[in-house]
C-alpha cells in the first residue's frame, strides 16, 4: 500500500521567514513525489517534481529514500506562497495519492 | 488550452438520486483521476483508469462507479446520492511519466 503524510495541517509563518512543509511516505518500490500548490478558489497545480530536481517559485524539494521523506522548502516565504500545499506519490501501478494537505498562510 | 474540463460546476442533489459527472481532456493522456476534496481530508483517489477501456478501484470507491469508454473522457456516476457524498469532485490526467494536470472541481450537494 501507498501512503503520504503530512503531520502539520497548518503553518503559520511572517514574511521573509523560512518555510519547510513536511511530507513522508510509505512505499516499497521506487515512487515519484509530487508537490501541488491549490490557491483559493482554483484548481491544483503541479509545483515540484522530484524527478526534474528545480525550483520553482523558490521552492526546493528533496527526496530522501532513507528517511523517506520528501519536504518541501522556501527559505524567505512570501505572501502570495499562502495557500494549501499537497504532497503526493505515484506507485509503479500509476495510482497517485495524495496527503491530506497542509494551509500555509504567510503573515505580513 | 482546454486542458481538463469538468461538467458540471455545481449541483445540488437530492438523497436517492442519481448524476454522472463527466471530466473530459484534449492532452491524449493515458491516466485519468476522480478524487473527492474534504475539510481536513485533503485529496481522496476514488477511481483511476490507465487506459481507455480500464478502470480501478482508488481509496474510496464505495458509491461510486466510472466508465472510460473513450480515452478522451472520464464519467464518474453517483446511482443513489447520499449526504456523505456532498464534496468538492476534482478530475485528473496525466501520460505515465508526466505531472497531473486538474479539472476546476464540480462542487456537489446532496441534500
Known amino acids: 500500500a501507498q501512503r503520504v503524510t503530512q503531520p502539520e495541517k497548518l503553518l503559520s509563518v511572517f514574511k521573509g521567514a523560512p518555510v519547510e512543509l513536511k511530507c513522508n511516505y510509505s512505499y516499497s518500490g521506487s515512487p515519484e513525489l509530487f508537490w501541488y500548490v491549490q490557491y483559493s478558489r482554483q484548481r491544483l497545480q503541479l509545483l515540484l517534481r522530484?524527478?526534474s530536481r528545480e525550483s520553482i517559485k523558490g521552492f526546493t524539494a528533496d527526496l530522501n529514500k532513507g528517511e523517506t521523506s520528501f519536504h518541501l522548502k522556501k527559505p524567505f516565504a512570501q505572501e502570495e506562497d499562502s495557500a494549501m500545499y499537497y504532497c503526493?506519490?505515484?506507485?509503479?501501478?500509476?495510482?497517485?495519492?495524495f496527503g491530506k494537505g497542509t494551509l500555509l498562510t504567510v503573515n505580513p | 488550452n482546454a486542458g481538463v474540463t469538468q461538467t458540471p460546476k455545481f449541483r445540488v442533489l437530492k438523497t436517492g438520486q442519481s448524476m454522472t459527472l463527466l471530466c473530459a481532456q484534449d492532452m491524449n493522456h493515458e491516466y485519468m483521476y476522480w478524487y473527492r476534496q474534504d475539510p481536513g481530508m485533503g485529496l481522496r483517489l476514488i477511481h483511476y483508469?490507465?487506459?481507455?477501456?480500464t478502470t480501478a478501484k482508488g481509496e474510496v470507491p464505495d458509491g461510486y462507479n466510472v466508465s472510460r469508454l473513450k480515452k478522451q473522457n472520464f464519467l464518474l456516476g453517483l446511482e443513489s446520492a447520499a449526504p456523505s457524498q456532498t464534496s468538492v469532485y476534482f478530475c485528473a490526467s496525466s501520460w505515465g511519466q508526466g505531472s497531473a494536470f486538474f479539472g476546476q472541481g464540480t462542487r456537489l450537494t446532496v441534500v
Open positions: 483508469s490507465v487506459g481507455e477501456g
Open positions: 503526493a506519490l505515484r506507485g509503479s501501478n500509476y495510482k497517485l495519492t
Open positions: 522530484h524527478i
